[in-house]
């Protein structure tokens, strides 16, 4: 089957509402609403990846002025692990405020393709969204920096980062699609209702955030594979 029609395929499937998510997410890539919020959005989180990187680079070097030779050997041969493993702490926060950048876009154009029946939804002003996902991006951080040295323990690492980035992508990405058709309280308790369902969408997501290229989507995947989860969620007869 050719690839172009695989995904129309799979966003046509009726099944769990994750998978449905995701598949309905992705085929929509091409869509030309999508287009011209995925250039600006790859755009940005390349760039910041290259900041992040760039960033902890000069960390790990300011680290290996100890004046001790074989131990600034040592840390040179580590200083490339260590860049990569900065870079990948920091890009859940990352991922955090492009996702606000372009929310209302991403949304705007799944429900038009998916939901044309919904009314106009509630508008977060972009000053807000920002602010909103700024905070996100600080207890994130500081989440992984305290978890950082259990991301050293082999085998417990793996399950701790995306146990943890998958809990607070979902939580996140999820309250801020459903803000736009729920009071706060409601849109907090449908994602405590749902908590399993979320959290396991996050962990795909998150563990979608390591693999390079894919990476650069997250945050317009993210925000629609978040906004399909709360439609298929939210109860029939709430504000829309």
């Known amino acids: 089957m050719p690839v172009n029609h695989l ?4 966003a046509a499937t009726r099944g769990p ?11 929509q890539l091409p869509d030309p609403r999508l287009r011209r919020v995925l250039l600006r ?3 940005l989180t390349l760039l910041g990846v290259v900041l992040l990187g760039v960033g902890a680079a000069v960390g790990v070097d300011l680290l290996q002025t100890t004046g001790i030779g074989w131990l600034e050997t040592a840390l040179d041969g580590l200083a490339g692990l260590g860049v990569m493993a900065l870079t990948l702490v920091f890009f859940p926060s990352l991922v955090a405020v492009m996702a606000g950048l372009f929310l209302d ?3 705007d154009a799944v429900e038009a393709r998916y939901y044309p029946a919904l009314g106009q939804p509630r508008r977060v002003p972009l000053g807000e969204g920002v602010r909103l996902a700024g905070r996100f991006a ?3 951080l ?14 417990v ?3 701790l980062f995306y146990g943890l980035n998958g809990y607070l992508i979902s939580r996140e990405f999820f309250e801020q699609a459903a803000h736009r058709r729920l009071p706060p309280a409601e849109a907090r308790a449908l994602r405590k209702r749902h908590q399993g369902q979320v959290w396991a969408l996050g962990a795909v997501l998150a ?9 650069l989507l997250l945050p317009l995947v993210g925000t629609a594979c978040l906004v399909h989860l709360v439609e298929r969620l939210r109860p029939a007869g709430s504000p829309s």
């Open 7 to 10: 995904f129309p395929l799979l």
């Open 17 to 27: 509402a994750m998978f449905v998510a995701l598949s309905r997410a992705f085929a």
């Open 41 to 43: 959005s790859v755009g």
């Open 105 to 107: 876009e991403v949304a």
């Open 138 to 140: 600080l207890i994130s």
């Open 142 to 155: 500081g989440l992984n920096l305290v978890a950082l040295p259990l991301y050293l323990i082999p085998g």
């Open 157 to 159: 690492n793996m399950v």
């Open 207 to 215: 563990f979608l955030g390591t693999l390079p290229g894919l990476n």
